[in-house]
């Protein structure tokens, strides 16, 4: 039973182009949240999807950053115009619904370097 | 502080001896839960506890909530190299699911 897969692990683009980050949920698992790290931080909240849905996408930068669930595939997390700012570790989760959310399953992240 | 602020920033002990950390919230919660990452890697979730529960324990792990002080320690036991790792607690105010995380101890274990 594999668990949350995430790839790039690591991802490295220069200033102005686009970084797309893909999120494969556990098996079973209908919700995927997105989460940012900068170094010695903790983890921030930015969007919550489930298929075809974005539930919450308040932690999420209005501009440049974009995020989707299709009915088929893996979680995308896009950010358009890469700055410098935007290096840093992003992690997915996925969880079960409704009480199954308490508990997310976090995947390896992957480390955009933006140069 | 922010919610789900850990203390002590870092902590490094030998192996065999216990590690204590702590944990401070400031909004009504209906669970805390506790992760650890190692560097570079993702976060393992290691136990919930939930707001009607005071203590909890799993293998060397003891975790307690206090509600009142809106506090959570967690007590790792006979520490191994092998704990050496960062660990965070995570609360979810107001029972959502976004998830708020502190900046994290950083345990280190010497052999």
């Known amino acids: 039973n594999a668990g949350v897969m995430q790839n790039p692990r690591h991802l490295v683009r220069r200033r102005g182009q686009e970084a797309r980050l893909r999120c494969s949920p556990m098996?079973?698992?209908?919700?995927v949240y997105w989460y940012r790290q900068l170094p010695e931080e903790g983890l921030k909240f930015m969007v919550y999807?489930?298929?075809?849905?974005?539930?919450?996408e308040s932690g999420m930068p209005k501009e440049r950053f974009s995020a989707e669930f299709p009915k088929e595939g893996p979680s995308i997390l896009r950010i358009q115009q890469v700055v410098r700012g935007d290096s840093a570790a992003y992690f997915c989760a996925s969880s079960l619904p409704d009480r199954g959310r308490e508990t997310q399953y976090f995947g390896p992240g992957t480390r955009l370097l933006v140069l | 502080s922010q919610q789900g602020e850990e203390d002590p920033q870092a902590l490094s002990i030998q192996e065999g001896e216990n590690a204590t950390m702590n944990c401070s919230y400031k909004t009504s919660i209906n669970n805390l839960q506790w992760y650890r990452q190692n560097s570079g890697r993702g976060l393992v979730h290691l136990i919930l506890?939930?707001?009607?529960?005071r203590e909890k324990h799993s293998g060397r792990l003891r975790v307690t909530l206090d509600t009142s002080k809106k506090s959570s320690s967690l007590l790792i036991t006979a520490s191994r190299a092998a704990d050496t790792a960062s660990y965070f607690c995570a609360t979810a105010p107001g029972g959502t699911y976004k998830y708020i995380f502190g900046t994290g101890t950083r345990l280190k274990v010497l052999a």
């Open positions: 506890i939930r707001s009607n529960e």
């Open positions: 999807l489930q298929k075809e849905n974005i539930i919450d």
């Open positions: 098996k079973g698992h209908s919700h």
